[in-house]
């Protein structure tokens, strides 16, 4: 049987480093929600613009919307052997459907959470900074660059901060991660599907935690 992989947390708890370490490591093709969406949101079509407005809000997409997105993505032949999903599902309901989808592509799905204190979150956030040209990630309480705002890979290039990560626009994701997605662990907790992490041990460190609860060794 086939492997999803969900990966859940509140934003910035590093489900995006450990989701692409899996891929790596195992072959599946890790499957960013939050990738796509803003991905697409690029786009000037309908969709694509349904989508910016949800960002530009700071809310999370509407549980429909981000059903089509992993229904499209998860059909393509690269997940045919499983996938890694990072940011989906964060509703009850998405859950359900993720169940229906499991069902239908004849997969079995594995939870893992990476528990980790707010006060660290709101920094991770607030701190985050990104390459535009290669995608690199750094902080500036965590993990700097060796230049100010400047990325190690691409020194021609001045690391930005995603729209999404303005202190306003990260409370009401917070708020709506505790509201919407929390009651996701009582969901996976009843079936025995759900595995701990402590988020705040380094990535290495989290990674052979992963590891062994995915591969059962």
């Not at 690029?42 to 910016?52: A, H, K, V």
């Not at 999404?164 to 997605?181: A, H, M």
């Not at 989290?206 to 590891?211: G, Q, T």
Request: aromatic share 6%; proline share 5%.
């Amino acid at each position: 049987m086939s492997k999803i992989i969900v990966l859940m947390g509140a934003p910035g708890a590093g489900k995006g480093t450990q989701a692409r370490l899996l891929q790596e490591r195992l072959g599946l093709p890790q499957i960013s929600t939050g990738d796509i969406l803003r991905a697409r949101a690029q786009g000037q079509d309908l969709l694509g613009r349904e989508i910016r407005a949800v960002q530009d809000s700071g809310k999370l997409a509407s549980d429909d919307l981000v059903d089509r997105v992993v229904q499209e993505r998860t059909a393509e032949d690269d997940c045919r052997r499983g996938y890694v999903l990072d940011g989906f599902p964060r509703t009850i309901v998405q859950a359900e459907m993720l169940e229906k989808l499991a069902a239908d592509q004849g997969n079995e799905i594995t939870a893992v959470v990476i528990d980790i204190p707010r006060e660290i979150l709101e920094k991770r956030l607030t701190g985050r900074l990104m390459c535009p040209v290669c995608g690199e990630i750094y902080n500036i309480y965590f993990q700097p660059p060796k230049v100010d705002r400047v990325c190690d890979l691409h020194p021609d290039s001045s690391l930005i901060q995603r729209t999404d990560d303005t202190p306003e626009k990260i409370y009401v994701r917070l708020k709506t991660y505790d509201r919407q997605t929390r009651p996701l662990l009582a969901y996976y907790e009843k079936t025995g599907r759900l595995k701990r992490i402590d988020g705040t041990l380094g990535p290495e460190e989290i990674y052979k935690e992963l590891w062994r609860i995915v591969t059962g060794t």
